[in-house]
């Protein structure tokens, strides 16, 4: 039997499990600014690009889980839902859903609708959003030996829109969820005034109220009242229905038979409880009424480790972030149209110097080797009189293009704010037609 050897716990505490406690709250709690994602979100979308997926496609959600498993070591099931969590209908705000669900994905929380090998996923405006940004953001290489995106540019806030509720090691973060187009009206009204409060939370639970007070985040659920019975019609977010009827049973044992799900398929939460069975004390017991306080936890890539934050850091890092891949996908563009102008240059110089009738080699020694080669690459009509005309009206609307991205760059923060309400608008658009 092979020798182990003596384990020393100090050693194994303040160096093995440290390295542990790190990976889980970096992968799965504290959340990275600038991205804003869970690591497994990342590795689909970045697996997404790779077969191809965008909002005129959709595929299996096992071929999907298949490329992921090639970026995420984790098991199939386990991919496979999270990818169905990305196109659940009810979860998210429609400008923050990178998923279109085509299938049944269930209704409300806690519905698990079909099994993933049933369903697929299509690409929505968000996800070609992200995926056209991914060759401006750092690769590494990193527990699979393949290579992938180190964090992803999110053209919105995910977290400071969607809400964060990540439990790991340690500390938890969780941020309230806040409409859409506030949070970019709120971070375009940062650059001039530090102080300007951040929106008011809200909540995609249909009916469900919340607002702050004491410091916390409060949600309260909807009840009315049908014949002999009330009806619990909505419900706080991270709340389902099941979990909702189990305590209500507990409280009331001797009405639990009275107590169900009368939702049905498709339709919004509909608990039936017997007439003035719940009193004001019991909501805060059965879940229908609760508050939280924000705790935007982030992890710090300069120290590697969790650390708390604010919602304004959160949002300005974003931000700044934003702008730097903005202004290189930007800085790209002006490189294509140069490039553009560049071929038109040469094509008008072969003519007037009539070098079809010339050697190669005068040609490579007149142009340099680069050059000649990409003009005598290039087929026979492109040195017709009426291209060489078109020609110039091309290079005319390269350079006024070239003059407009250079414009962009020095407003970018405009630039990116406005990409942001342009992304929310083509969200709400596609998704009124995707159902």
């Avoid at 009810?90 to 299938?103: C, D, R, S, T």
């Avoid at 971070?187 to 109220?209: F, V, W």
């Avoid at 009426?386 to 005319?396: D, L």
Wanted: with cysteine.
């Amino acid at each position: 039997m092979p020798v182990v050897g003596q384990i020393n716990m100090s050693n194994w505490f303040n160096v093995e499990f440290r390295k542990y406690w790190d990976e889980q709250n970096r992968t799965r709690n504290a959340i990275i600014p600038k991205e804003q994602l869970v690591e497994i979100n990342r590795r689909i979308i970045y697996a997404a690009m790779k077969i191809g997926l965008n909002k005129n496609v959709e595929t299996k959600i096992s071929d999907l889980t298949g490329e992921t498993l090639k970026y995420h070591i984790s098991s199939i099931d386990g991919v496979a839902d999270s990818i169905k969590n990305m196109g659940v209908p009810y979860k998210y705000q429609k400008a923050v859903q990178i998923l279109h669900g085509v299938g049944n994905f269930g209704s409300t929380y806690g519905s698990k609708g079909a099994a993933a090998r049933y369903i697929s996923v299509q690409g929505t405006p968000l996800l070609e959003a992200l995926i056209a940004d991914i060759p401006y953001v750092p690769m590494e290489i990193d527990e699979t030996g393949k290579k992938q995106p180190k964090w992803l540019s999110s053209i919105l806030p995910f977290a400071l829109i969607g809400g964060v509720h990540n439990i790991g090691m340690g500390k938890s973060t969780k941020l309230a969820e806040r409409d859409a187009l506030e949070v970019i009206n709120w971070i375009d009204e940062l650059r001039n005034n530090p102080n300007a409060k951040a929106p008011g939370p809200m909540s995609s639970s249909k009916g469900c109220a919340v607002w702050e007070e004491g410091g916390l985040v409060w949600y309260k659920g909807s009840m009315f009242r049908q014949g002999y019975y009330d009806i619990i019609d909505a419900l706080p977010p991270q709340v389902a229905p099941f979990t909702v009827i189990q305590k209500l049973r507990a409280l009331f044992p001797k009405h639990a038979d009275r107590i169900e799900d009368i939702s049905g398929d498709g339709a919004p939460v509909q608990i039936r409880v017997p007439k003035n069975l719940i009193k004001d004390e019991d909501w805060t017991k059965i879940g229908i009424y609760k508050g939280f306080r924000e705790a935007p936890y982030i992890w710090d890539v300069d120290t590697n480790s969790m650390r708390l934050s604010t919602i304004q850091d959160i949002a300005l890092e974003w931000f700044e972030s934003r702008k730097e891949i903005v202004t290189a996908r930007l800085k790209d563009g002006i490189e294509n149209d140069k490039h553009q102008i560049k071929r038109i240059n040469l094509v008008k110089l072969y003519v007037e110097k009539e070098m079809n009738t010339w050697k190669s080699e005068d040609i490579v020694k007149e142009l340099g080797e680069e050059d000649a080669s990409i003009v005598l690459s290039m087929p026979a009509r492109t040195f017709l009189p009426e291209n060489i005309a078109k020609n110039e009206k091309v290079k005319k609307a390269r350079q006024a293009n070239i003059n407009k991205i250079l414009e962009d760059i020095k407003n970018i923060g405009d630039y990116v704010l406005e990409e942001s309400r342009q992304i929310i608008q083509e969200q709400e658009e596609f998704f009124e037609t995707a159902y």
